[in-house]
């Protein structure tokens, strides 16, 4: 019987010592994403100047599993309140061909936004100049399970508040 608990003792020693957590560390510090918005606070110009791109470095790399969702403020609905477009976001001409589309590409350390089209100096003011994004990161497995395109129904989800949307120089 002692060596049957013996026995017993040792394997669930194994057994529960194997058990593993996977959480990714850079530089010592844990950046286990729960949720985070960026803004840019002042409006951002798309010219020829700029390639009509922009770019927003994160002010620390995010996680391997991380998602990068961008949003445009595309002014606000009947009761005041501001409308957050989701992109990629397309626009077409009266036949039905691409105009323009707004785009991004993001890596673990940086997200460009930028404006691509058929002739971009014809896009109309109101899309190019003064625009403001809301980048919001959030854990792949939680992306997969909700409507990406609402950014009120992610925001909620999120239980991130306007207050909590940190204003950044994009």
Do not use: H
């Amino acid at each position: 019987m002692k060596k049957i608990v013996t026995l017993f003792a040792f394997v669930s020693f194994f057994a529960l010592t194997s058990c593993t957590t996977t959480e990714e560390y850079y530089d010592g510090e844990d950046y286990d994403t729960i949720g985070t918005t960026y803004e840019n606070p002042v409006g951002y110009d798309f010219s020829n100047s700029n390639n009509y791109t922009f770019g927003f470095d994160f002010p620390q790399r995010l996680v391997e599993s991380d998602v990068v969702l961008v949003y445009r403020y595309d002014g606000d609905d009947s009761s005041g309140r501001p409308v957050w477009q989701a992109l990629p976001e397309t626009y077409y001409f009266d036949d039905g061909t691409r105009d323009f589309t707004f785009k991004y590409v993001f890596t673990r350390d940086y997200v460009d936004i930028y404006l691509e089209g058929n002739d971009r100096s014809t896009i109309p003011a109101d899309y190019r100049l003064d625009q403001f994004f809301r980048i919001v990161i959030v854990p792949a497995d939680f992306a997969a399970t909700m409507d990406t395109s609402n950014y009120n129904e992610v925001m909620s989800a999120l239980k991130i508040s306007e207050t909590n949307v940190k204003k950044v120089k994009l």
